[in-house]
């Protein structure tokens, strides 16, 4: 399948997400998409930071995006870098893992 195909048939699911992401009550405290992070570690993690920043930016409210996750814009240079030096596959994802981690732990520890 090429892949202007594929992107219009995943579009209506990213549309349908966006939507339900606008309209998702952020104030009930649980994540969009089930989280095991949350659910059995009890830590909020970076994509529950991320899904609630989405959230915010979809109704205009940029400051909210920004302390509902705020570690996400100081590391995302890091895994620009990850991304533009690390050719192999193996030492990239383990990388970006450890780039996630730290993340969530940090998030945790500020308290967001």
Request: glycine share 8%; net charge positive.
């Amino acid at each position: 399948m090429r892949k202007g195909r594929s992107f219009v048939l995943l579009l209506p699911f990213v549309a349908l997400y966006g939507y339900y992401l606008r309209t998702w009550d952020v104030d009930a405290g649980e994540a969009i998409l089930f989280c095991p992070i949350r659910r059995y570690l009890g830590f909020r993690c970076i994509g529950c930071g991320i899904q609630h920043a989405l959230h915010y930016l979809l109704n205009g409210d940029v400051r909210s995006a920004f302390f509902s996750n705020p570690v996400l814009p100081s590391i995302m240079p890091v895994v620009l870098m990850i991304c533009a030096f690390v050719k192999d596959p193996i030492p990239r994802i383990i990388g970006m893992a450890l780039v996630v981690v730290c993340a969530t732990v940090a998030r945790n520890i500020i308290g967001v």
